[in-house]
């Protein structure tokens, strides 16, 4: 169960009840009928905060089974008929909750269970970003790694941001990710209770994910707001400790999939072998990685065409040949359905040309301009569809630069004398 975090000066409780809204209403629409079940159940199971309320006046005067269904058991058994009917609809399950067994609102912690289990089911509800955390003043600012202990982190963060911001902060694993996700509710100082008795919008619920044993960071996107952007700047000092002082820079990368973020931005393998170095760290081939022939890395292709290439039309050996280099500069990344899908990669190149003189020849070697060419890609995945294109030859994917596969785990970045310079952009 996820750790309930605790009441004192600095946060909202996790009692704080909410009276039922349009708001609630559209959080209990987003998880299924069996999810939004197996939540109610969670619920019951906690005898402090998911106790349910007394029915109103006179309800359920005609219903029979009203005596039985009293105790927590007999409403957890209720909860698992539903979940198993398939008669029953997910409109008659939020009914339940909202008319019957909690029908005063619910209370934050309930509120943030709901929203953490969300993010559980379906990776792609946010779309993510991700920062680096970097110590101060230390050249070698990859060796440090910021040790990580999410009460700890919670205390230091609402300490940081009492002054401004009343906040409630609910702990959640993501065991299926190794991830650590904090929900952050933030409200203005305004000193009255009842000021908090209502949900914020959804530019002030800030989602952070912590994966394991890594310097990064992923967090929600949203729209600029001065409490989002006061919390964002308090990332960094929550993490810092006497003699260690971090930085949060942004790493140029964004996804609607967290799965997608863990893959690119993490401890594992993979996140260090992006591109044609995917083969290796997917364990596809055991040669070398200075081996840069297409011969060893063909391994990784799904569907490659084991004819020989004497037998074969011309045709045939021209999109052999393009798939063979679409693996070499792909390797097992970009790839439809692999739930690593990037939605745009931006990429402005400033690269030095040469100027011409009317005949097509250099007038002077050192005279030289810097032209501003930005390409975009947008789509459901954007290198497997690069991916596409250099197969059926619309690329030279031998030509192609490193930063159209995905290699250099960026998908915002500045290009300049051919080295991709990562853009630090403000993220609020």
């Known amino acids: 169960m996820p750790k309930q975090s605790s009441a004192n000066d600095r946060s909202l409780s996790d009692a704080q009840l909410i009276p039922h809204s349009s708001n609630i209403q559209k959080l209990l629409l987003k998880p299924s009928k069996t999810t939004l079940c197996e939540i109610a159940i969670d619920w019951l199971d ?3 905060l998911g106790t349910p309320h007394p029915p109103p006046e006179g309800f359920g005067d005609d219903d029979e089974d009203r005596a039985g269904e009293q105790s927590v058991e007999d409403l957890k058994g ?19 909750i909202v008319e019957r067994d909690w029908n005063q609102g619910l209370n934050l912690w309930q509120i943030a269970q709901l929203e953490c289990r969300c993010i559980a089911d379906n990776a792609i509800v946010h779309k993510w970003t991700a920062g680096r955390l970097l110590l101060q003043g230390l050249a070698d600012s990859e060796a440090a790694l910021p040790r990580f202990q999410a009460s700890s982190f919670v205390y230091n963060l609402q300490t940081i941001i009492k002054p401004m911001i009343r906040s409630h902060c609910h702990i959640f694993k993501y065991t299926e990710l190794s991830l650590v996700i904090i929900r952050i509710q933030l409200h203005e100082a305004a000193g009255d209770v009842q000021a908090y008795a209502e949900l914020p919008p959804s530019k002030r619920v800030i989602f952070c994910a912590f994966p394991e044993n890594t310097p990064f960071i992923f967090w929600n996107t949203g729209v600029k707001d001065p409490l989002r952007a006061i919390l964002l700047d308090s990332l960094a000092p929550a993490m810092s400790r006497p003699g260690q002082r971090f930085e949060l820079k942004s790493t140029s990368l964004t996804a609607k999939s967290l799965s997608t973020m863990v893959h690119m931005r993490s401890s594992t393998r993979s996140s260090h072998a992006l591109g044609a170095w995917s083969l290796y760290a997917d364990d596809k081939i055991d040669k070398s990685p200075l081996d840069s022939g297409f011969d060893a890395m063909s391994g990784g292709n799904e569907g490659e065409d084991k004819e020989s290439e004497d037998t074969m039309a011309e045709a045939e050996r021209a999109r052999s040949k393009r798939r063979k280099i679409a693996g070499g500069r792909f390797g097992t990344s970009g790839v439809d359905g692999d739930g690593r899908g990037i939605e745009k990669l931006e990429v402005t190149i400033r690269d030095k040309m040469p100027v011409l003189s009317g005949e097509g020849e250099a007038e002077d070697g050192n005279r030289s301009f810097r032209p501003t060419v930005t390409v975009t890609f947008e789509g459901s995945h954007v290198f497997a569809g690069i991916r596409k294109m250099v197969e059926v030859g619309l690329i030279d994917g031998l030509a192609m630069p490193s930063w159209m596969t995905g290699e250099d785990g960026v998908n915002v970045a500045v290009v300049k004398d051919r080295s991709v310079l990562k853009r630090a952009d403000r993220w609020y």
Do not use: L, P
């Not at 979940?83 to 399950?93: D, F, P, Y």
């Open 46 to 48: 906690n005898s402090q």
């Open 78 to 96: 209720v909860y698992e008929k539903m979940k198993a009917a398939s008669s029953v609809t997910r409109k008659a399950v939020i009914e339940r």
